[in-house]
């Protein structure tokens, strides 16, 4: 079945730092990929999705490029801030299945 | 600024006490879904509707829990009876038939004594 393997936590990285989140995926098909962010108490947001490859999705300063050669999806932002602190799931859907496939998440935490 | 709402926010009872969540989709979305995050088994599938119709509640527990759309506007989580295992964030989400993103809920957090 379809699978996400995303980077294990926690990530601690000083602000303005630059940010990678690894994302592999496994799938039939060619599913779309997604990027939601999770901040304390509150549900998931999609913050950027792509969905063929070479795609780019980009939301926030965050980018992510639809690797099918790779069958990764790695999440990226060139300078982080305090704010960016949350938890971060990747995800896929293939088409024809409304289903999300979540990967486990990534608690990300910037220090001032 | 449409938004899933969830209520409560926060619930806590006792064992064997009956439960239930509530979701209100955002309008026009055809598509419910209802998950269960905890610290252990992270975001689980619960059970998820098309234009009210269940179609897979595979991840749920079937003896104790069920799932409804009474109408287009609201989407329910029963628990009966509930456990202390139940104790979690319940999440609902919406979305569009074939847009494939999902719109998240504040959630309701569970707590079984």
């Known amino acids: 079945g379809d699978s996400v393997t995303q980077m294990e936590g926690p990530v601690t990285l000083s602000e303005e730092a630059f940010l990678t989140i690894n994302c592999t995926y496994t799938?039939?098909?060619?599913?779309?990929l997604f990027w939601y962010v999770q901040y304390p108490g509150e549900g998931l947001q999609l913050l950027l999705k792509a969905t063929k490859a070479d795609d780019k999705g980009s939301n926030k300063g965050f980018e992510a490029t639809y690797r099918k050669e790779t069958t990764s999806f790695h999440l990226e932002k060139g300078s982080v801030q305090v704010s960016d602190s949350a938890v971060y799931f990747c995800?896929?859907?293939?088409?024809?299945?409304?289903?999300?496939?979540f990967g486990t998440g990534t608690r990300l935490t910037i220090i001032p | 600024d449409a938004r899933v709402t969830q209520t409560p926010r926060h619930k806590v009872t006792e064992m064997g006490q009956e439960v239930t969540m509530r979701c209100q989709p955002i309008l026009g979305h055809n598509t419910v879904f209802w998950y269960r995050q905890t610290m252990m088994q992270g975001l689980e599938l619960l059970a998820y509707?098309?234009?009210?119709?269940?179609?897979?509640d595979s991840g749920m527990p079937k003896d104790r829990f069920s799932a409804e759309m009474p109408d287009a506007t609201l989407a329910t989580l029963k628990i009966q009876p509930s456990e202390p295992r139940d104790s979690a964030v319940y999440f609902c989400?919406?979305?569009?038939?074939?847009?494939?993103?999902?719109?998240f809920g504040p959630g309701t957090r569970l707590t079984v004594t």
């Open positions: 799938a039939t098909g060619y599913p779309s």
């Open positions: 509707f098309r234009n009210r119709a269940p179609l897979d």
């Open positions: 989400a919406s979305g569009l038939d074939g847009a494939y993103e999902q719109y």
């Open positions: 995800a896929l859907v293939n088409f024809g299945n409304e289903k999300l496939t």
